[in-house]
């Protein structure tokens, strides 16, 4: 039995495995972005995300910036505070 | 009494189920009413035109399958929390996997039979071309109905006994299902529409991965779960 | 990033954390002292990431989203997996200590995740123009919260401890398990790929930064775990009628 799920676990890999590949592209990649005007980067240096925003430099957008790290930290204080909240009465430790 | 082997009772589960099922077919019933409504009201919330219903038919036909399951799915170990059942199985010289194994294939089968009931129904609401590829859409349903019965007889066991468990097993069990949802979908769409870059083959592996692999993650958990029951 | 990194650094946590909950000694100091040090990582997290850092050259200045919003989905990553082995650790042998363990982890992960869920949705907005889009691990983020949600939710309804350590340890199996399915299945249902990034396709500053950032957001899971891990523990021992395991024996916390 053991052997048979083995064999089981194994073959879901093995086709998880075959469709990881990934599959012949299927649509044209959108059309190749016009290299941005201002700098143009010959290596594609640049983290996740960017490949869709192929119309050149993304200009400002501080507020964003200042959201998502305010966010981060308001986040960390309020977890710790629902921490302290919560905290065990003294006599049950 | 002579103990049997783990696929003959696993059998004999299975059809324990489908003689209790068969003797009001109170379930079968239900199902196939909720999702001939869930079916109707897509269509009524989507608007007459046969083109846009036409295109998503796969679509609202998985989400109806998906929601019957989850009333199904709740009913399969209700029945047997009522009078202590599934203690009184656990206790039985049956190793409870295959009480598990008996339970799935249970399940499966009660939900291919509400597919097959909702193909013409299907035919009728939403227009599709049912003769496109018939054999591949009676495989893609079958395997969709494993791969929901999978994880849903392990989450159903676990949330008969919890409290709020109408709430439980949909809130447990749809994030698992969300890529055997996105594989029976595309791979319906396949099976009913024209598919020129031959994806259907790719889908139906998924298909195939995610109901072993849910098979056999369900085969060594469900012990566990029955442990408690 | 090498692929063995996150297993090194998962092992490290692990290790911290068992030290912490073994070694009553260090119990009353080192959570403050990880704490205040992720605190003042946190002050030169902003510092570094919003001026030091040169700014992205695509995304220019909101590419700096990137130093805080990585590292939560990573602690996300990292929690849910501690969560999994603890789950695994608890079926093989009932123990209240990885039960508790196990809770904290789902929770501490629940939260990073939900941090990093709507700074990737802060984030999309300006570089992708919409709140949400169906990028393959936006989604498969949300769907693994989703998951972790309906776990603690489990947890909340099921009153009887050694029910709920067991049917929370499987349902922690069956969710983990659906990851990378879902992964898959998102990335190749939405054919538009993209690059994974990693540091060999990043700056040099950049990586210090992002790695700054994944260790200031490491000493908070510490301690968030280590002490949402003694509330769990609490909980457990004041509701006393705790039944009896196979095999009673001395706690270690």
């Given amino acids: 039995m053991k052997a048979a799920l083995a064999v089981a676990l194994l073959l879901g890999s093995v086709a998880l495995a075959d469709i990881a590949k990934p599959p012949p592209a299927e649509t044209p990649p959108p059309a190749e972005q016009p290299a941005p005007p201002p700098a143009p980067a010959p290596a594609a240096k640049h983290p996740e995300g960017v490949e869709k925003a192929y119309a050149g430099v993304i200009q400002g957008g501080w507020e964003y910036v200042y959201a998502a790290y305010g966010l981060g930290t308001a986040g960390v204080l309020a977890y710790a505070v629902s921490l302290f909240v919560r905290r065990p009465k003294k006599s049950a430790a | ?229 | ?253």
């Fill in chain 3, 1 to 253: 990033m090498t692929p063995i990194l996150p297993l090194v650094v998962l092992a490290l946590v692990v290790a911290a954390i068992v030290g912490h909950v073994a070694v009553p000694a260090v119990r009353p100091w080192a959570w403050k002292a990880v704490g205040a040090l992720g605190a003042a990582m946190l002050v030169s997290l902003w510092y570094f990431g919003l001026y030091w850092a040169p700014p992205e050259q695509f995304m220019s200045d909101v590419g700096r989203i990137l130093y805080v919003h990585v590292p939560h989905v990573w602690m996300a990553l990292l929690a849910f997996t501690l969560n999994v082995g603890c789950a695994v650790a608890y079926l093989m042998k009932k123990s209240w200590v990885t039960d508790a363990l196990a809770e904290s982890a789902a929770e501490v992960g629940v939260y990073f995740g939900a941090v990093g869920v709507m700074m990737g949705s802060i984030w999309a907005r300006p570089t992708w123009g919409v709140w949400w889009d169906w990028d393959p691990r936006l989604i498969s983020t949300t769907v693994m919260l989703l998951a972790y949600v309906g776990y603690l939710a489990l947890r909340s309804f099921t009153e009887d401890p050694e029910r709920r350590a067991t049917w929370s340890a499987a349902a922690a199996i069956l969710s983990y398990v659906s990851l990378p399915i879902v992964w898959f299945s998102v990335r190749w249902w939405n054919s538009l790929h993209q690059v994974q990034s990693n540091p060999s396709t990043v700056d040099k500053p950049m990586v210090a930064v992002l790695r700054w950032g994944a260790v200031t957001m490491l000493c908070f899971l510490f301690v968030f775990i280590v002490k949402r891990y003694e509330i769990a523990r609490s909980r457990q021992t004041a509701a006393m009628e705790l039944p009896p395991l196979e095999a009673p024996r001395a706690e270690v916390a």
């Fill in chain 2, 1 to 229: 009494m002579k103990r049997p082997s783990l696929l003959g009772a696993a059998w004999l589960v299975l059809k324990k189920d489908w003689q209790i099922e068969w003797r009001t077919r109170a379930r079968l019933t239900a199902i196939i009413f909720f999702s001939l409504a869930t079916l109707l009201l897509f269509s009524f919330a989507m608007g007459p035109d046969i083109v846009t219903l036409r295109a998503h038919a796969p679509g609202y036909l998985w989400l109806g399958l998906l929601f019957a399951s989850v009333l199904s799915l709740g009913e399969s170990f209700r029945v047997e929390a009522e009078n202590q059942a599934l203690t009184g199985l656990v206790l039985t010289p049956v190793e409870p996997r295959a009480i598990f194994i008996g339970k799935v294939l249970g399940n499966a089968s009660l939900l291919f039979v509400l597919s097959l009931v909702l193909l013409p129904v299907a035919v009728a609401l939403y227009d599709v071309d049912l003769g496109r590829d018939p054999l591949s859409l009676v495989l893609v349903l079958f395997l969709g109905c494993v791969g929901i019965s999978a994880p849903g007889t392990v989450y159903s066991a676990i949330s008969a006994n919890a409290r709020a468990r109408d709430v439980m097993l949909p809130l447990l069990l749809f994030p698992v299902l969300v890529p055997l949802l996105l594989a029976a979908v595309s791979a319906t769409k396949f099976t009913l529409q024209p598919d020129p870059q031959e994806q259907l083959g790719s889908w139906l592996k998924l298909l195939t991965a995610f109901d072993l692999i849910y098979l056999s993650v369900g085969f060594l958990l469900f012990p566990k779960v029955a442990e408690e029951d």
